[in-house]
């Protein structure tokens, strides 16, 4: 499988990633240099062999249902970019 | 006398508790050797205040008789560990500026011990990379230069380029790394220290800034294998705040400490032998293979059928978790925001990563976007989830006949800076040797054993069975008494 200009355009997208005409088209020979390479793993036989998720077994936790933290809005807050009001802001999304 | 900044943590740690000097003592000589290395560039910010308020609390301690495992011992904290109040950036722009108002649970368990920080030590971007040349913050420069009477600035290792950098300079006793594909080991190897990676769930990821998190462990990287214990120790246990965090009592590593291998089989796995080795690595490798026996070991041939599968496995799984855990960065909550004008919301996330990441971490999310995209889920991440069951495998199997595998850390010497830019594929086939062991989530460490013709280091890794820690550092420890290595750079910087 290889990727084109369009394709590229289209992860860029996916991936919220602005990318000019420019920066498509150098990455497009370059995912495919990646991409051709990694396509050797499909020489190998996995029939009948489950997906490897998590290498140390464990298992999952189950804890109290109870509050452990909260009440730390300004720390919360504290690195935002742009906090109004106590919360955070962003550019308007409705028309 | 020795110099306070050529003691190992035990030196500085036994020196402190028996009156031989202060730890201020300590704190101040190790802030004036950061200060003066800015050549290196290993820091992204220094924290001398830092340092000296945890050497005044050991030395307030040792009169109260309240000293703790490391009070008195100042570290490198490698810049991917949220630290309270002190910038964390990942060495990105998108982070840069960005002040965590907590502590990642390892940095705190170190605080907690009695570490001091020196500073934030210098990566990888996203720690994505085998050279430290993606770090927004500049390369980290090695101290190491070839003998032969060139001066060419040579990588320290990636992603933890500034600990192992910072280590062999000696301006710092020890430091924290983490390895996702070999992140503490191969920068180990290229400056001629030692760092282990845990078994996977050893130590918290609560507050490392994460890449792949099915992979990535925290560590120490330190001069000597005692020192990597002693740190192991106060960085690793249970943590509710990490799902994957294995609930087990730590055991105490340094204390079991030995180099008698009497009774353990050590495998030489054949597939390690890559075509284009250069002849010195293999020549290491044989020294090494001499030495375990030496130390009691018996050795023996053993096969991971399928270690040449392993890279590609790891540039399918890495990408993919990391295209997801890097969306958190969207310029709403904390980090780089840039709104250009008129800009819609959605723009506004383009925009901001577009201009907040570098290359190689736009190269991974888009290859990691690609391979989970609608489509090609199954033929890429599924697939190499099945192949990565298989490498995890092969490592059981070989398990079964031996008790530890001895291989190189990295198929060469340090490479010069710039050497391997142009070729991501390249840089990649550099962790050949550490990701098999990182895919499989087991123990495995650096030692250094010797030196290239070029007068550079060379490591020898260890890798042991799940949960055996401490298979791997005694194995180590036999290595490092018999490799005797005590090279270190000359001072250039």
Redesign the interface.
């Known amino acids: ?1 290889s ?1 084109d200009a369009a ?2 355009r289209k ?9 000019t005409e420019a920066e498509v088209e150098a ?1 497009v020979p ?2 495919n ?3 051709g ?2 396509e ?3 020489e ?1 036989d ?1 029939s009948g ?8 077994p ?1 298992t ?2 189950l ?1 109290e249902d109870k509050v452990t933290d909260g009440g ?1 809005r300004e ?1 919360v807050l ?5 906090a109004e009001h106590g919360f ?1 802001a ?4 409705i028309e | 006398m020795t110099a306070l900044t050529d003691l190992t943590v035990a030196g500085i740690r036994d020196g402190v508790r028996d009156g031989a000097f202060s730890a201020r003592e300590v704190a101040e000589d190790f802030n004036a050797a950061v200060a003066s290395a800015k050549a290196l560039n290993a820091f992204i910010i220094e924290t001398p205040d830092h340092a000296l308020a945890a050497a005044d609390a050991a030395d307030a301690a040792r009169s109260a008789g309240t000293l703790k495992p490391l009070s008195g011992v100042p570290i490198g904290m490698k810049d991917l560990f949220a630290t309270a109040g002190y910038q964390t950036t990942a060495a990105s722009h998108m982070l840069e500026g ?4 907590y502590d990642a649970t390892v940095a705190g368990k170190l605080f907690e011990a009695g570490a001091g920080m020196l500073g934030k030590l210098n990566l990888d971007q996203f720690a994505m990379g085998s050279s430290n040349e993606t770090s927004y913050f500049g390369n980290v420069v090695s101290p190491w230069r070839r003998n032969d009477g060139g001066n060419a600035s040579l990588a320290p290792g990636g992603s933890s380029g500034g600990s192992s950098a910072a280590i062999a300079a000696r301006i710092v006793p020890a430091a924290t790394g983490t390895d996702t594909g070999g992140s503490i080991r191969q920068p180990a190897a290229f400056t001629g220290i030692s760092g282990i990676k845990p ?3 050893r130590c918290s990821r609560w507050g490392i800034v994460a890449f792949a998190s ?1 992979l990535d462990q925290a560590g120490p990287m330190a001069r000597d294998v005692r020192d990597c214990a002693i740190l192991l120790e106060a960085m690793s246990g249970f943590d ?1 705040k990490d ?2 965090s ?2 087990l009592p730590v055991p105490n590593w340094e204390a079991l400490l030995s180099s008698d291998l009497k009774g353990k089989k050590i495998g030489i796995p054949k597939e390690y032998r890559v075509e284009g080795m250069p002849a010195e690595i293999d020549a290491l490798w044989e020294r090494g293979i001499a030495m375990v026996k030496d130390a009691g070991a018996e050795v023996i041939d053993v096969s991971l059928p ?1 270690t040449r ?1 392993a890279l ?2 790891y ?2 799984i890495a990408p993919a978790e990391a ?1 997801s855990n890097l ?1 958190r960065y ?8 840039d ?1 250009p004008d008129g ?9 901001t ?2 201009e907040g ?1 570098g290359a190689e971490v ?2 991974r ?3 990691g ?2 391979v989970l ?1 609608a489509g ?1 889920y199954d ?2 991440y ?9 490498i ?1 495998r092969d490592f059981e199997q070989a398990f079964e006949q031996c008790d530890l595998l001895l291989t190189p850390t990295a198929p060469s010497a340090a490479f010069a800076l710039g050497e391997k830019n142009d070729d ?2 390249a840089m990649y086939l550099n962790d050949v040797f550490t990701v098999p062991a990182s ?3 087991l123990p495995a460490m650096s030692v250094p054993a010797g030196l290239d013709e070029k007068g550079l280091p060379l490591g020898l890794q260890i890798i042991g069975r ?1 949960l055996d820690e401490q298979g791997v550092l005694n194995a180590g420890l036999a290595i490092e008494q018999r490799a005797g290595f005590s090279a270190r750079p000359k001072q250039w910087w």
């Open positions: 499988m990727v394709t590229v992860i860029a997208s996916l991936a919220r990633i602005a990318a990455m370059e995912l240099n990646i991409l390479w990694i050797q793993l499909s190998v996995t062999i489950e997906p490897l998720a998590a290498v140390i464990n999952l936790r804890r730390i720390k504290q690195n935002a970019p742009q955070f962003v550019p308007k999304v | 960005f002040v965590p108002p078994t996977y769930g099915s509710p799902a994957t294995l609930d399928h599968y590609a496995t540039y399918i295209s969306a969207d310029g709403v909550r904390y980090g780089l925001r709104l800009a819609n919301l959605q723009d506004m996330y383009a925009a990563r577009a990441f736009k190269r999310i888009l290859i976007t690609y995209s090609f033929a890429y599924t697939k190499a989830q099945r192949v990565r069951a298989l995890a991501p594929l895919l499989a989530g799940p």
